[in-house]
């Protein structure tokens, strides 16, 4: 049975260390899942409730630095590691003493030893009187746990009890070095950087495997690099670059018929269309993202997310240990934004008779592929037919099947309410196959992508678009393009003008505004327009 401990009742949780039961503690990098380090018996169990792999094994923790001595082979460098770093977030590897169990180093003679600042942890080993054997508490392969939370999900009963500390302040692991390796060797980065171990260990090496994926079956010097790490159920990426070039990536890819998460920078969040958008620190706070970021990756798992677009950077100090996590969250699938070739995507919008498609076909002459989501919309509406006949009525669609346009047009049109209503249904399909048609246009080489839908801004296309252009009419000469184009009465066409929203709403959620009285003009204003866009350098 599962006991949560409050802060003051390290007692109570060092009894059951005594006798052998494990227990989660807080430390300030991670909760940790603790045992009796020298109890063969109960450290079996700590591998048991993690399906961890026996090969993997585990920091001894300790409660003072003459501790160490009792457990591993020392020599000086070590004790200038430790006075300056102890206790804190770095764990070193020494040759063992016999008296650490081989279940503890996994059968090495080699032992990883660390003292952890946090004082419940600190209370606890000394309250135990004995080392603690303990890795992070968490289902091997799963994310750290940084939160009591975290553990309860993960173990519920399997363990015998919990100490409630809170949050932890670091979030992610120790820093592990490697003393035994000559030169040493960083195993793990965490919050102590290389930067500060290489004032005490000049010729400190990082091990290959720390940003790379290594081949299966090379050796590895710690057990741990080679096993599945923080994976989150979902498939996830890191996407690297430019923000404005990430964003597009992101938003082209994220279909809104699969559930798509992002963790971006903290300032980014605005520029997504997925579903869910999560923020995890400014590029320039790795402390912040390393907090944050084993929780949000749990999250994405609560919420059933199919894919996860994650921000990253590569960057050293502490930003290495968030880059190392990331990497092994997303099993080493990194997408490179500044190097991915898509198109340059235009939006065009505006009202009804304003002149899209005209404006698209000009377009064309620059070299544009036009995607008319009006035509897509034509589409689109056959893969929800069924939720626009239970919105709208059965008879939209007559005895052959087919949609009767005009019915839908006036039912759907003939409220604001009615009108949100067919949106809500029909954007997101048109504005996923408007993002594969894009994914097609790019892989056949194509440069330039024009986009026009009168619902860019509603349905969250411009978040796809590089620049946007409102296309403007008079109200009189739209009105009579309507009437003429859509054979509509006078009546019919005033019905869809109210439906709409003003001019402003376009002009002032896009880039530029052209001018459609007539052709001339058009033709005039989008001429202004290219040519502004290559002096931004934005069209190459
Ligand atoms: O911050 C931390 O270090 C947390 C808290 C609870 O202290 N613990 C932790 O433990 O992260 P764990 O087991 O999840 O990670 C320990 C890492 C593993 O990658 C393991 O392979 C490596 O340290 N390790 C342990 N003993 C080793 C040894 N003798 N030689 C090389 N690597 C070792
Ligand atoms: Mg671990």
């Known amino acids: 049975m599962l006991r949560i401990f409050a802060q003051n009742e390290i007692k109570e949780a060092a009894d059951i260390l005594k006798n052998g039961g494990i227990v989660a503690i807080p430390t300030e990098t991670v909760y940790g899942l603790a045992a009796n380090a020298f109890d063969e018996k109960a450290v079996k169990k700590i591998f048991k409730a993690k399906g961890r792999p026996s090969d993997n094994p585990l920091i001894v923790?300790?409660?003072?630095?003459?501790?160490?001595?009792?457990?591993?082979?020392?020599?000086?460098?070590?004790?200038?590691?430790?006075?300056?770093f102890w206790p804190g977030p770095l764990t070193i590897i020494l040759p063992k003493k016999p008296i650490v169990p081989y279940i503890v180093t996994a059968g090495l003679e080699t032992v990883a030893v660390r003292f952890p600042s946090h004082p419940i942890a600190k209370n606890l080993i000394e309250a135990?009187?004995?080392?603690?054997?303990?890795?992070?508490?968490?289902?091997?392969?799963?994310?750290?746990?940084?939160?009591?939370?975290?553990?309860?999900?993960?173990?519920?009963?399997?363990?015998?009890?919990?100490?409630?500390?809170?949050?932890?302040v670091c979030g992610v692991e120790s820093t592990v070095v490697s003393l035994v390796s000559k030169p040493p060797v960083l195993l793990r980065p965490g919050f102590v950087t290389p930067e500060q171990l290489r004032q005490i260990l000049p010729d400190l090496e990082i091990a290959p495997a720390v940003l790379q994926q290594m081949p299966e079956n090379t050796p590895v010097l710690s057990p741990g690099?080679?096993?599945?790490?923080?994976?989150?159920?979902?498939?996830?990426?890191?996407?690297?670059?430019?923000?404005?070039?990430?964003?597009?990536?992101?938003?082209?890819?994220?279909?809104?018929?699969?559930?798509?998460?992002?963790?971006?920078?903290?300032?980014?969040?605005?520029l997504f269309s997925a579903q869910t958008v999560m923020v995890y620190g400014k590029a320039s706070e790795p402390e912040k993202m390393a907090r944050n970021i084993f929780g949000l990756l749990r999250k994405t798992d609560d919420l059933k997310t199919d894919m996860i677009f994650i921000r990253t950077s590569l960057s050293d100090g502490i930003g290495l240990a968030v880059y190392n996590r990331l990497l092994r969250a997303c099993n080493f699938n990194v997408i490179d934004a500044d190097k991915v070739d898509l198109p340059f995507i235009l939006g065009l919008t505006g009202q009804s008779g304003a002149g899209k498609s005209t404006a698209a076909h000009i377009l064309e002459n620059y070299g544009f592929k036009h995607?008319?989501?009006?035509?897509?919309?034509?589409?689109?509406?056959?893969?929800?037919?069924?939720?626009?006949?239970?919105?709208?009525?059965?008879?939209?669609?007559?005895?052959?099947?087919?949609?009767?346009?005009?019915?839908?047009?006036?039912?759907?049109?003939?409220?604001?309410?009615?009108?949100?209503?067919?949106?809500?249904?029909?954007?997101?399909?048109?504005?996923?196959?408007?993002?594969?048609?894009?994914?097609?246009?790019s892989a056949n080489g194509v440069k330039r992508v024009v986009v026009d839908g009168a619902a860019l801004i509603e349905a969250d296309g411009l978040k796809i678009c590089d620049s946007s252009i409102a296309i403007c009419a008079d109200d009189k000469i739209r009105l009579n393009r309507i009437i003429e184009r859509d054979k509509l009465t006078e009546s019919e066409a005033l019905l869809r003008f109210n439906a709409q929203k003003p001019r402003d709403f376009y002009t002032s959620n896009t880039d530029f505004t052209a001018l459609n009285d007539n052709i001339l003009q058009l033709e005039t204003e989008i001429r202004a327009i290219m040519e502004k866009l290559k002096s931004t350098d934005k069209i190459l």
């Open 371 to 441: 995607i008319d989501t009006d035509k897509l919309s034509r589409e689109a509406v056959y893969g929800v037919i069924d939720d626009l006949k239970k919105a709208f009525g059965n008879d939209i669609v007559d005895e052959n099947g087919e949609l009767n346009r005009k019915i839908l047009a006036k039912r759907a049109f003939s409220t604001h309410e009615n009108t949100d209503q067919l949106n809500s249904i029909i954007h997101k399909q048109i504005m996923d196959m408007v993002r594969s048609r894009i994914l097609d246009y």
């Open 61 to 84: 923790h300790i409660s003072s630095i003459e501790e160490l001595d009792n457990i591993a082979y020392t020599n000086e460098k070590a004790y200038e590691l430790v006075k300056r």
């Open 128 to 168: 135990a009187g004995v080392p603690l054997a303990a890795p992070s508490a968490n289902l091997s392969g799963k994310p750290s746990g940084t939160m009591i939370k975290h553990i309860i999900n993960d173990f519920g009963d399997k363990i015998d009890g919990a100490i409630d500390g809170g949050e932890c």
């Open 225 to 270: 690099l080679k096993h599945k790490h923080y994976a989150p159920k979902a498939t996830a990426f890191c996407v690297t670059g430019e923000t404005h070039k990430a964003a597009k990536y992101i938003n082209i890819n994220s279909f809104t018929n699969k559930n798509i998460a992002v963790i971006c920078f903290d300032g980014e969040e605005k």
